[in-house]
């Protein structure tokens, strides 16, 4: 007996429409075609959403999962339960802040062995391009990493070194050879120092303090240098975590030349500014540092004009005590974000109010994640011969953030209190759900999505 789909809204490539998902007889979770529902067989069994809305399952491509080595922080089991309640069906690790860091295969084949049998949902890996690693490029791409991950700065781990230029070009053939993604986290040491000298008697817990810190030119300087190493080089660049908008026209004008960058951005700097954060506010600390309200409207602008591509978590847990929450010193506490159960409805909140639509979220938060991590072919999109993995989502319904709702190691978020936006009611893999209602309702079944 076939099975279907339904929803009067389903998110496909060809846009939002009235349509039904009909699966492959047997096992395999594959879409057959989607189609109006007067085209289905008739002895098909249709579990129709009504007004819910049909998406792609979520690809994530900026995780933080920290296993092996410091699951105390996140680890596979719980990562994967927090992304499936947020709608994804895809997670891509990075590979710093576990131990040992994934920058030789020794280090992937660790990974592989730490995720098997913990994951909800599916995963791929970055391999890591740090100072001495050159040789263990080409290897990692052979055993099947998404791409490479480099700190143009200091990361936060010792285990992860930065790469500086010399040792970045003594890398970039082999990274070009791969034909693989370089992701940069594109800051500069220089204007930090610089900036920070000139603070050394201010007062840490002011978020003023921070943002100075940490300039607009540390960004721009550093997307400039790789705007020139990918005209010299020929490799695909990928600006993570956008945050300064200053850099928008640059890229624009890199990506007219036909320079194949592409760029992401984060939920919160498209949710908070820095005028509206108070001091002492350790859980809104991320590097780069969120902006101003000017700066987060033209960010947005930037995804209306298609030079931002897409919008991911870098969701990056740490313990509680990690984030200085009884002294709220911005210089002391860890830099990052946790955000993969709430990430939809908090880019969905925002964005429906500036007339953008659930096409568009598909398109940031599904296809253009699964394309920079090389899995279009399995992953992003809702058409026939794909895997049945979506998100069954109330655009309408709102929720306030609760710890219970976050189900990451650690329950702390900047986002709680608030009143968001849709709600994900369903999360299927492969067309059997992991999670629905508040609860998840499936062993672990996701698989690592291996380009080779």
Same mark, same amino acid.
């Given at each position: 007996m076939a099975h279907a789909f339904a929803a009067n809204r389903v998110v496909t490539p060809q846009g939002t429409r009235r349509?039904?998902?009909?699966?492959?007889?047997?096992?395999?979770?594959?879409?057959?075609?989607v189609c109006d529902l007067g085209d289905l067989p008739a002895d098909a069994q249709v579990v129709d959403f009504g007004e819910r809305a049909l998406l792609p399952g979520l690809v994530d491509s900026h995780v933080h999962i920290n296993e092996p080595g410091r699951t105390e922080w996140e680890g596979f089991a719980t990562a994967t339960c927090a992304a499936a309640a947020g709608g994804y069906t895809a997670l891509v690790d990075m590979p710093l802040n576990c131990l040992p860091e994934t920058t030789t295969v020794a280090a992937l084949e660790l990974k592989r062995s730490a995720a098997a049998g913990q994951c909800l949902v599916d995963w791929a890996a970055w391999g890591g391009a740090v100072a001495d690693n050159q040789a263990h490029l080409l290897p990692l791409a052979r055993a099947g990493v998404a791409g490479f991950k480099c700190f143009l700065i200091y990361p936060g781990c010792d285990g992860f070194t930065m790469i500086d230029r010399e040792q970045l070009e003594r890398a970039l053939p082999a990274i070009a050879q791969s034909r693989l993604p370089l992701l940069v986290? !594109?800051?500069?040491?220089?204007p930090?120092?610089?900036?920070?000298?000139?603070?050394?008697?201010?007062?840490?817990?002011?978020?003023?303090?921070?943002?100075?810190?940490?300039?607009?030119? !540390?960004e721009l300087e550093a997307i400039r240098l790789m705007i020139q190493l990918c005209r010299r080089y020929a490799f695909r660049l990928h600006i993570v975590h956008l945050s300064t908008?200053? !850099?928008?026209?640059?890229?624009? !004008?890199?990506r007219a030349e036909g320079l194949p960058i592409t760029v992401e951005t984060c939920p919160h700097y498209l949710h908070f500014a820095a005028e509206e954060i108070a001091d002492g506010a350790t859980l809104l600390k991320c590097a780069p540092p969120i902006r101003g309200a000017g700066n987060r409207a033209?960010?947005?602008?930037?995804?209306?004009?298609?030079?931002?591509?897409?919008?991911?978590?870098?969701?990056?847990?740490c313990p509680p005590a990690m984030k200085h929450?009884?002294?709220?010193?911005?210089?002391?506490?860890w830099g990052g974000i946790a955000s993969l159960s709430v990430a939809l409805p908090v880019v969905w909140t925002d964005a429906s109010r500036r007339g953008f639509s659930l096409d568009d979220i598909a398109r940031w938060m599904s296809v253009a994640p699964a394309a920079l991590a090389g899995l279009s072919a399995r992953a992003g999109v809702l058409q026939a011969g794909r895997e049945a993995n979506f998100v069954v989502f109330d655009s309408e319904a709102e929720f306030v953030v609760t710890p219970e709702r976050l189900h990451y190691r650690h329950a702390i978020s900047p986002y709680a209190g608030e009143t968001l936006r849709?709600?994900?009611?369903?999360?299927?893999?492969?067309?059997?759900?992991?999670y629905a209602n508040g609860e998840f309702i499936s062993?672990?079944?996701?698989r690592e999505l291996r380009l080779c």
């Open positions: 349509a039904a998902l009909l699966l492959e007889d047997g096992p395999a979770g594959v879409i057959r075609a986290h !594109a800051e500069l040491a220089g930090i120092d610089a900036a920070t000298a000139n603070l050394r008697d201010a007062d840490w817990r002011e978020y003023a303090t921070y943002l100075a810190s940490r300039p607009d030119q !540390a908008a200053q !850099a928008l026209r640059e890229l624009q !004008a890199a033209a960010l947005w602008q930037g995804l209306r004009a298609g030079i931002v591509d897409l919008v991911v978590t870098d969701h990056s847990p929450l009884d002294d709220g010193r911005f210089d002391l506490a849709g709600i994900v009611e369903a999360t299927y893999l492969r067309g059997e759900p992991v062993a672990p079944r996701g």
